[in-house]
């Protein structure tokens, strides 16, 4: 995987809320921008629905990448997708039909994605990684912002990037959880490529400079 390919994906869960929109052009540096859809039943957390992810679409010059910890994504998802988000990521232990979603979130024009929890396997969905545009792994427990980095789950990134290399696919890798200038050279030697980062960006005072210093921490795993 080249240097080039690495890519920055702030999460305005950490964000404040009541200054979105300044919070939103403070990361224009990046490469799209992760809200995190949290239904206070998948996740023992609450954050925003679709009229504020409608409203994100439409004020962000930035892709929109939605991590929905939601049940019934099935439901919800085509909803969320019509709103102008780029990529949808639901949980593959939400859906029993993660295929029939995929196929449905692509026929709109929008990425599917699915996420994996730090103790869900990814082998068994390594026959239908075909349908899905990236796969999210988590490196915290899905809910809250600001916990600390799960490096246990890197055996499982290098797994997958070697199927996704074996086979010749062009499946995006996401890593969602603790990710910082610190953390940055781990997923990305293991073989993440999409790396969402919440407190580490909207913590800094400079949020540029901490996408700046995640980025160039990413890529220097690969100088080595
Ligand atoms: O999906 C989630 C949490 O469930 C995330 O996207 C968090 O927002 C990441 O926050 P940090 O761990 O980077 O602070
Ligand atoms: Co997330």
């Not at 995987?1 to 305005?12: G, K, L, R, V, W």
């Amino acid at each position: 995987m080249s240097i080039m390919d690495i890519q920055i994906a702030p999460s305005i869960l950490s964000a404040d809320f009541v200054n979105l929109e300044r919070d939103l052009q403070a990361i224009s540096s990046a490469d799209m921008v992760h809200v995190d859809v949290m239904d206070h039943h998948f996740v023992p957390n609450l954050t925003l629905g679709e009229p504020i992810v409608e409203r994100i679409c439409q004020v962000t010059d930035l892709p929109v990448d939605v991590h929905l910890m939601i049940e019934d994504p099935d439901r919800w998802a085509p909803e969320f997708a019509q709103l102008g988000a780029s990529s949808i990521t639901f949980h593959a232990g939400a859906t029993h039909a993660p295929v029939r979603l995929a196929r449905q979130l692509r026929k709109m024009g929008v990425k599917a994605c699915f996420a994996v929890r730090p103790a869900e396997p990814v082998e068994p969905l390594f026959d239908i990684i075909d349908e899905f545009d990236m796969v999210l792994v988590m490196t915290v427990e899905p809910g809250f912002g600001g916990q600390k980095f799960l490096d246990n789950q890197m055996n499982k990134v290098r797994r997958l990037r070697d199927y996704i290399t074996a086979h010749g696919m062009a499946t995006h890798i996401q890593v969602d959880g603790g990710v910082s200038s610190q953390t940055a050279p781990i997923v990305a030697q293991a073989g993440a490529d999409v790396l969402v980062a919440g407190s580490a960006v909207y913590g800094a005072a400079d949020r540029a400079q901490a996408i700046s210093d995640i980025r160039q921490a990413a890529q220097k795993a690969f100088q080595a």
